[in-house]
């Protein structure tokens, strides 16, 4: 395996990785919506031979079905870890504890080392 390819293939996991549940979702998407069309195309033409005057009011329920299920499909395979997640609330008391962060920025040689590097 060549050095490019490697780092392709790393970088495309690295994006899939991160993007996980919206490229589920598109791809869900997709093949719901690549299905129902399928499926559909077989429905118009036999009510085009037998029954044409319903062909319109099944593409309109069809529509209708098909954008219904497809909302219920994405808000079903959700992750549980975003259901019960809290979103985190924000501190704004000035009374709250400091944080490692701030006890490590004040110390006394960060803080020389800070101010040399800005006056220079």
């Known amino acids: ?12 996991l690295a994006f899939a990785g991160k993007y996980r549940l919206k490229i589920f979702y598109m791809l869900a998407a997709i093949a719901f919506a690549l299905v129902t069309a399928w499926l559909y ?3 118009a033409a036999y009510l085009q031979v ?4 319903w062909a319109l009011l099944a593409l309109l329920v069809k529509t209708v079905a098909v954008y219904g299920a497809l909302f219920f499909l994405l808000w079903q ?7 019960s997640r809290p979103e985190p609330a924000l501190q704004l008391d000035s009374a709250a504890e ?23």
Do not use: G
């Open 1 to 12: 395996m060549s050095l490019y390819r490697f780092a392709r293939t790393s970088a495309l």
């Open 41 to 43: 195309t077989d429905v």
């Open 50 to 53: 037998h029954f044409p005057q």
């Open 77 to 83: 395979v959700k992750p549980s870890e975003w259901r």
């Open 98 to 120: 400091p944080s490692k962060l701030d006890e490590i920025a004040q110390k006394e040689t960060l803080s020389k080392r800070k101010d040399t590097i800005l006056h220079r």
